[in-house]
T-cell receptor, first 114, second 111 residues
Framework: GAGVSQSPSNKVTEKGKDVELRCDPI?????LYWYRQRLGQGLEFLIY????????KSGLPSDRFSAERTGESVSTLTIQRTQQEDSAVYLC????????????FGEGSWLTVV | QKEVEQDPGPLSVPEGAIVSLNCTYS??????FMWYRQYSRKGPELLMY????GNKEDGRFTAQVDKSSKYISLFIRDSQPSDSATYLC???????????FGKGTRLSVIA
């Protein structure tokens, strides 16, 4: 597709379960970013990939959060043993990864932990 | 002090008004500045992109960057009800490093 694609668009899960969120970046974009946005809040950086390596994981909030990326393609964000405070929209973005290139967002995966 | 400060609003204006949205920041190394528009339950959509100081105009939108004051602005002329959204400022050190966002300003344009 033309844009960043994320799935699922909505997910309701029980506390303690694991969830996987998927991001398919724009074709040709080498850089991929995950952000979290809690209700009424700004975007909180989680992790950044350049190709399939992650030079910046500084935003991952705990060891329950992990992410991987296959080549310069799909990325998966995994949250283990979900907690209610994990409820948020998880936004993925991609860019060409070159100096001065802009970053484009997907529509997000809306996670509710009950 | 947060890296990027943005008044969350809400800001309510009548249709046709000029809207001014602002952010301040603390890191003088930021070089790339962006404004995103986010409609309810949608992902952020890039509106304006500016490198370093100066002005950039695109239709009804003008972005200004004043690096000496660490202050950026977005002006919307002839505002329309369809401009009602949350506006997020964002900035970064280089073009391929993570963006740092403000919390967003919620704007309502009343017909």
């Amino acid at each position: 597709g033309a844009g960043v694609s994320q799935s699922p668009s909505n997910k309701v899960t029980e506390k303690g379960k694991d969830v996987e969120l998927r991001c398919d970046p724009i074709s040709g974009h080498t850089a991929l970013y995950w952000y979290r946005q809690r209700l009424g809040q700004g975007l909180e950086f989680l992790i950044y990939f350049q190709g399939n390596s992650a030079p910046d994981k500084s935003g991952l909030p705990s060891d329950r959060f992990s992410a991987e990326r296959t080549g310069e393609s799909v990325s998966t964000l995994t949250i283990q043993r979900t907690q209610q405070e994990d409820s948020a929209v998880y936004l993925c973005a991609s860019s060409r990864g070159q100096q001065g290139n802009t970053i484009y967002f997907g529509e997000g995966s809306w996670l509710t932990v009950v | 002090q947060k890296e990027v400060e943005q008044d969350p609003g809400p800001l309510s204006v009548p249709e046709g008004a000029i809207v001014s949205l602002n952010c301040t920041y603390s890191n003088s190394a930021f070089q790339y500045f962006m404004w995103y528009r986010q409609y309810s339950r949608k992902g952020p959509e890039l509106l304006m992109y500016t490198y370093s100081s100066g002005n950039k105009e695109d239709g009804r939108f003008t972005a200004q960057v004043d690096k000496s004051s660490k202050y950026i602005s977005l002006f919307i002329r002839d505002s329309q009800p369809s401009d009602s959204a949350t506006y997020l400022c964002a900035m970064t050190l280089s073009g391929n490093t993570p963006l740092v966002f403000g919390k967003g300003t919620r704007l309502s344009v009343i017909a």
